[in-house]
């Protein structure tokens, strides 16, 4: 329940006013906690990120988002270094299998994709191909590997209308750059 206190005028004349929950021992002391566990495992699982990802930012970006997470239930935790750790090692679980599914689109854009010699006009895939990547990719999974719209939304784990306006914004990019007449798509 919320409390609303109003303390004695200071000097300047204005009254404090405070909204929350009224300061009690058990939560000073689980804000105690928390302090304690950070100050004694942030390093070490900073460091043990860090050696996973192979990289120093990524490592303290886990531990950082580790300890949002263990904070946002804070209260509910019973045991609060176990949940920690295990929320660390999910992190990078599940950064390890993004990266991993980005490989294998790259893979897939780069074996399906025909280069340019294969075309008639190279111009249009030189076009293509300085488009930026989010709407490259729909592109040329699109009309080179002849996708469907769902398709392609499924492999760039993106939204169909999301692909959709990204097909959009590239066609209306490539049309600007070669002179074509605007058709009803």
């Not at 019973?78 to 999910?90: F, G, H, I, N, Q």
Request: charged share 30%; proline share 7%; no cysteine.
């Amino acid at each position: 329940m919320a409390v609303i206190a109003q303390s004695a005028a200071p000097p300047d004349g204005e009254p404090v006013v405070t909204i929350g929950p009224p300061p009690d021992e058990a939560h000073n002391r689980r804000e105690e906690e928390f302090r304690t566990l950070w100050d004694s495992e942030y390093p070490k699982l900073a460091g043990w990120a860090a050696r996973l990802t192979r990289s120093r930012e990524d490592g303290h970006d886990i531990a950082q988002q580790a300890f949002l997470q263990l904070f946002q239930r804070w209260f509910t935790v019973r045991d609060p270094k176990a949940v920690l750790w295990r929320t660390a090692s999910r992190l990078f679980i599940d950064g390890w299998r993004r990266d991993q599914r980005d490989r294998r689109l790259r893979l897939l854009l780069s074996v399906s994709t025909p280069r340019s010699a294969e075309m008639a006009d190279t111009s249009i895939r030189d076009l293509v191909e300085r488009l930026p990547d989010h709407l490259r990719h729909p592109i040329l999974l699109y009309y080179w590997s002849d996708r469907s719209v769902q398709e392609v939304a499924e492999l760039l784990h993106r939204p169909a209308g999301t692909v959709k306006r990204q097909l959009h914004d590239a066609r209306n990019m490539l049309r600007s750059h070669i002179d074509l007449p605007e058709v009803d798509e």
